[in-house]
């Protein structure tokens, strides 16, 4: 059995995306192909239960035997923490040792999915390391792009860490403008270093888009019609303020947007229906004319009505904008198609020899 | 539509016998209008109506009523339609509510009826409409107060309450209706309908509008165009403000359109406009009774200086020209006149003119070749015969075929004057200024009716590059072309551009601008910044390599730190060009009109100015010279202090080249040449940079 422990530089780099789409191509090649999540350090509750979400994704797509609760046997909830920091016992090591005993006793491949950061596990002493050590894991870590610094002491930062463990990195999120750059002089920098660079993923804007149903949801406003389109993705969120000559003008210069206005502005709601909007947003909790809610529903966009005025709105939703999850359809399409262009999966199968 | 304006029929369904229902006011419309034909009211208790036998539902009258009016709940009115449609109905008016502006099902309904009126080959109007009155037929399928007085004047609105104000405002002027018509949510018969209607319909000679948006604007201006040329149209629109737009759209649920695009296309179309609902009277009125000016030239006759003087100015500013009256006209006037009195046009008969005196000058210059059309004024001294003045223009209208249109001044003793001039079609202004404006209209109108059509010239484009670029653009998501694209867009179209290329990296750069020659110009490539100036995204006059590089370096270095979610693909580098006068071509495509195309000169000229000019597309050369040569500055481009003329040929070329473009390509919603380079008169033109937006 050969674990792989994948893991990253920053919360939500592409995780998760990478666990669905190795496990697919495991799958494919015959390979009895098993998941683990060691522990969660974003647990939700969700009916009365914590649980993982990535998690539950993963084990529904697969339809996975194993019960959620050994797929991700831990869940690090601020109540978990502050236990653990008063009494300083804990048995959580061998929970996670012996879920991965059971799901991995007949499995050719592991898949973990680990830490998001490098920080992450230190205070139930499962550092990134100590649990590859304990799996005896090869490590493949993902490393997004902010800025030329940032990114070269990343991807050495791992090497340091995890030394001959490290199979090699994906370079991901990397801006048009530095792809020759990153290609040209950075990837031979790398390797030369003894870092394979198995990928390196442009930044796509579809990958950071998310849902009308988190909008709504951390909106926690109401829907008023086409609910049944509550699964399309925001690329783009504008903000409708201006005459509406302007914000025509302006509307258009995005598609897969969510436009965020006031209720009292019938003109620039329609404005934003006039273009490719994907949701709006109706701010002050004034409620539309029945004729534009009639249209918006005609076309199918969902309008949320809030509460909070237009700054908060914008707060809200930018606070979670590039920072969501994996879980539809299509970011999971857009990351396999990346993964089939950019990732040399022959290299990758090499070096784990599988 | 002959069974709307003139059935010989008509059922009225939801007749009821309480005076507080509309059924029951409706009905006595119809009854009250002096309706010949058969009337049907449709009720299913079956009691009598007002007299009339009524009737349980349509089946019952099978093939008997030509006009349906329904007055029903909005949850019975399809069903209803449908049977009007199985039972032999040709038309029907809608006065119901609670359709779109309810919500989602009301729309489906309303799109409903579109669909039945299509199956049963019927015209509807509305629903959420005040009705229709024929003053010919006579019939008032409305809920209006009372009936119009007759006339040829054939009005229709989309505010029902407009429509009764105007009727009630009517009585006292005394102008007179051929139709009234709401158009309400125009679910299956809209404006340009009711347009071919008036133009067919002989007892109608002047079509009056009232519009808060039009359903098909391009369908509006080639229909407009063509009916204008044999009757006026004159409209209003309201929703030209922000605040205003804003009303409109919650009132209709669509979007106003934009201002621009209103003049613009009213412009094309020779629909006449009108600011308010004061001047919507003035030139109908005038329109309504007076034959048309015979010249552009006018004359005004009056017995006061001072009027006199200020309707000279009005007349001035508005661009309608006095007359020079001939030389006879001139002699006969001093010979007749007093000699204090002015033989000049302005003609003045002087304080203590009586009848005699002003039939003696205004029969004097209706008789004057040179003079178009007649403004009289009077003011009232001790000795002013009002109404026998007032008897004199009659008469000398019924002799001459030339407008005449008056202002008695004041009100306590020259209303009795004026109610004479309006009973016998004179239409009078209370002051002079009023009376200017509605004959300049005139004058404009009759100038419209000789204006030819022009042939619209095709130029030979590469379509097949152009969709290329479209579609490659669109399948990644992108909506905006940047410069790289649009250059080749440019090209394809016929236009010069000068030799440019997308470099990703600073070496890529320096070979290209190693190729074309120093200096060039440096710009920065990313589909995410518009307005590559504001982010400090533009180098002119780089001339070395080490100047690329660092320009290369800082352009995309600062273009990140501005804007850090863009998308950066590098730096266009640019043959700089010899200096030129610069342009500026835009379209923005109007949601009611299609594509609004802008010229103006760049620079200050546009931005602090907004010295431009609008038409819609398509458009020929003659439309692209006169827009042309609405902007102000245009002069400075033509040549000023002995500067060389621009080539104009060449804007104008490029103007049609775009028209042609955006018409072609409908998912062009916006594009903006700037700048253009405009050289010398034969020269050319050169587009140095443009942009592009598609719908998806």
Redesign the interface.
Known sequence: MIPIYITSTQNFSGKSAICVGLIKKLLAKGLKTGYIKPFSAHAKYFNGKLIDEDTVFIRDIFEMPEPVEKLCPVMLSDRVVEDIVKTGEHNYKEVILNAFKDISSNKDVMIIEGASNQREGWLLDLSPLKIVKEFDAKVFAIVPFENNLQFMDDVLTLKGKFEDRLVGVILNRIPKIKLNTVNESFRPYIESKGIRVLGVFPKEVVLMSVSVQEILEGLGGEILCARENINELVEHLMIGAMSVDSALRYFRRHSNKAVITGGDRPDVQLAALETSTKCLILTGNLRPNPMIVAKAEDMGVPIILTQYDTLTTVEIIESFFGKTRFHQKKKIMAFEEMMDKNLDFDRLYSVLMI | MKYLLYPESVCVIGASRNPQKLGYAILKNVIDSGFKGDIFPVNPSGEEILGYKSFPDVKSIKDRAHLAVITIPSRFVIETIKECGENGVKAIVVISAGF?????????AEMEIARLAEEYNMDIVGPNCLGLINTHTPVNASFAAGMPLKGNIAFMSQSGALCTAVLDMSFNLGIGFSTFVSLGNKAHINEVDFLSAFDNDPNSSVALAYLEGISNGGLFIKKARDISKRKPIVAIKSGTT?AG??A???H?????G?EKAYEAAFKQAGVIRAGTVSDLFDISWAFSTQPLPTTERIAIVTNAGGPGILATDMAERKGLKLASLTSETMEELAKSLPSAASVLNPVDVLGDALSDRYKVAIKLVLEDPNVGGVIVILTPQIMTEIEETANVIIELSKQYNKPILTSFMGDATTGKGVAILSRNKIPNYPIPERAVYALKEMVNYRLWQDVQDEEITEFEFDNEKINNIFQKALSK?R??LGETDAKQIMEAIGMKVPPSKLC??ADEAIKFADEIGYPVVMKIASPDI?HKTDVGGVKLDVRTPEDVRDSFDLI?MRS?RYMPNA????CNVQKQLPKAREMIIGV?RD?QFGPLVMAGLGGIYVEVLKDVAFRIAPFSRKTAREMLFEIKTINLIRGVRGQAPGDINGIIDTLIRISQLVTRFPNI??LDINPLFVYEEGKGVVGLDMRL?L??
């Open positions: 779109r502006e309810t919500g989602h099902k009301g729309l489906m922000d737009s804003r409109v759209s919650s209709t649920g669509t979007l106003a934009s998501g909506l905006t990703s990296s518009l995309t990140m998308e950066i693909w590098g923005n949601t919603v916006e937006a719908k998806p």
